[in-house]
């Protein structure tokens, strides 16, 4: 998926709907973008058609996105205001725009029914959308045996807490944006008083660095945000939004610094500050606004941390690596849109055969969490994957992923007896696990919406499976139906004492 034109689009739209007064689920028609980008070849807004819309919401929706039927309403009228806009800014013609709205006049009678419809939900739809491309924003590690004993607990403070790996802007791209900082310019001037001593340019980056660092620990007396108080707690701003490795809303950004600050804190005059010194960069709407660090800020934080001693890896370029390098640098965590740009680039290197037969490769006899990486990225890929798809169907653990990738695409494909059934619904929720740890409320409710039937779960125990006992027991405490989570916490009893035998 291309995110830089769903993005812009989303801007444009939002932009549009305000100057209107037209209301807009940028959320629902996000979701629309997305999959139109990832499955139907859609680059651009100009690329959809009315048959796309066909695809979305009575295809690719009940296959993929976890909604009760009664929501279809909700998209459909996302959808006529994706249309309206299509139409206003000129993406599509009028004739074009009048077939749009016939076909999701007759979708919004079918997609109720779509979406309730079992038989669409390929090998259970919500155990797969619950490793989609997002999943890559949790920082999960592949299973390696017993933690060992590491005696006294490490010291948790924000000074020792390791931080993630980050992937600084190559020199000529932090060098043609620090040309742009304002405060750089006005430094040349001699109009920063606070950064006297850092005038003469010599080195652009090791000027920026000096800057940074001085912004950070000297002694600069509100010059920097108009505020003394938050002046003296950059480092620990700086700090925060470095880990986060994404922006964080504005919202947030003021409750953080009343923690540090006595004093009242005007969030939108200091991020305001921030971004003329060229350190964040404002995102979101006038609404929601957020801020995040911009890449000569990310450098600049991490040479200083290496100058003072301290912990800050690089991390590598996956796309460089091959595909069990891909999939375990994934693993390790990685900010969502370094990892859609790393697949992206992977994958163009790649005929669609050669990827999946690398990832298929890598993902044999690996442990859940990485083998469903590897299938959701070949899940990305287009027909020309058939032969290397087909090459799975040999290996027991990857046949009912293949089965599953072929069907969905209309191709030939063996039928998945009931035991390929089973075994792929406890691989799926392995998978989901991490995500299931860190937001059990989320899981929950997927689960409830369109989880597996009591009768599937009660089947599980006989998986020949390695995380079956735990998968059992993840569900006997999250599904809120009370009668199925019974049911998965006696499989789980039966599958524990299977293992015991």
């Known amino acids: 998926m291309s995110i830089e034109w769903v993005n812009s689009a989303i801007d444009d739209l939002r932009a549009w709907g305000r100057a209107r007064g037209v209301e807009v689920d940028a959320d629902e028609v996000r979701l629309l973008c997305d999959y139109a980008s990832d499955y139907l070849n859609v680059n651009k807004l100009a690329d959809f058609t009315p048959a796309t819309f066909d695809e979305l919401l009575l295809s690719i929706y009940p296959r993929k996105v976890i909604a009760p039927p009664e929501s279809a309403e909700e998209t459909v009228a996302a959808g006529r205001t994706l249309v309206r806009y299509l139409q206003e800014s000129g993406e599509v013609g009028d004739e074009t725009a009048a077939a749009m709205r016939e076909r999701l006049a007759d979708i919004e009678t079918r997609m109720p029914d779509a979406l309730a419809d079992t038989a669409n939900f390929g090998m259970a739809k919500s155990l797969f959308s619950s490793i989609g491309p997002e999943s890559l924003e949790q920082s999960i590690a ?30 000529e791209e932090l060098e043609a944006e620090l040309r742009g900082v304002p405060l750089l310019a006005a430094l040349d001037r001699g109009a920063v008083p606070y950064l006297e001593g850092l005038r003469a340019p010599g080195d652009p980056l090791g000027r920026w660095a000096a800057v ?11 010059g920097v945000t108009g505020s003394a108080g938050v002046d003296e707690e950059l480092y620990d701003l700086f700090d925060m939004l470095y880990r986060v490795q994404a922006p964080v809303p504005a919202e947030v950004i003021g409750e953080y610094l009343e923690e540090l600050v006595e004093d009242e804190v005007d969030v939108p005059a200091v991020l305001a500050r921030l971004a003329w010194c060229g350190l964040v960069r404002l995102t979101g709407d006038g609404a929601h ?101 087909r090459g799975g169907l040999d290996d027991p653990e990857l046949r009912p992923h293949a089965i599953h990738w072929l069907i969905s695409r209309g191709l030939p494909a063996p039928h998945l007896t009931h035991d390929e059934l089973l075994w792929v619904s406890v691989d799926m929720l392995a998978l989901a696990m991490p995500h299931a740890q860190e937001a059990p409320e989320i899981f929950a409710e997927n689960m409830g919406a369109s989880g597996p039937p009591a009768h599937l779960i009660e089947e599980m125990w006989q998986v020949d499976h390695p995380d079956v006992v735990e998968v059992l027991e993840l569900l006997g405490r999250s599904l809120p139906d009370t009668t199925t989570a019974k049911a998965a916490r006696k499989a789980a009893f039966k599958a524990r004492s299977r293992a015991i035998r």
């Open 289 to 389: 606004p957020a801020a995040g660090l911009t890449p000569a800020a990310v450098w600049a934080l991490r040479e200083h941390y290496l100058a003072l001693g301290l912990d800050a890896p690089q991390a590598p370029d996956l796309a460089e690596a091959d595909a069990r390098g891909l999939i375990e640098g994934l693993l390790d965590g990685v900010p969502a849109e370094l990892a859609e740009s790393d697949i992206d680039r992977w994958l163009a290197a790649r005929s669609p055969e050669e990827a999946a037969a690398e990832l298929f490769d890598a993902a044999s006899g690996a442990p859940a969490v990485a083998r469903g990486i590897a299938v959701t990225i070949v899940d990305r890929l287009g027909a020309g994957a058939e032969p290397a798809v």
């Open 212 to 222: 940074v660092a001085h912004l950070m620990e000297g002694d600069t007396g509100g």
């Open 142 to 171: 592949i299973p390696s045996g017993e933690v060992p004993d590491l005696g006294e607990a490490p010291c948790d403070c924000p000074g020792c807490t390791p931080r993630p790996a980050v992937r600084p802007a190559a020199p």
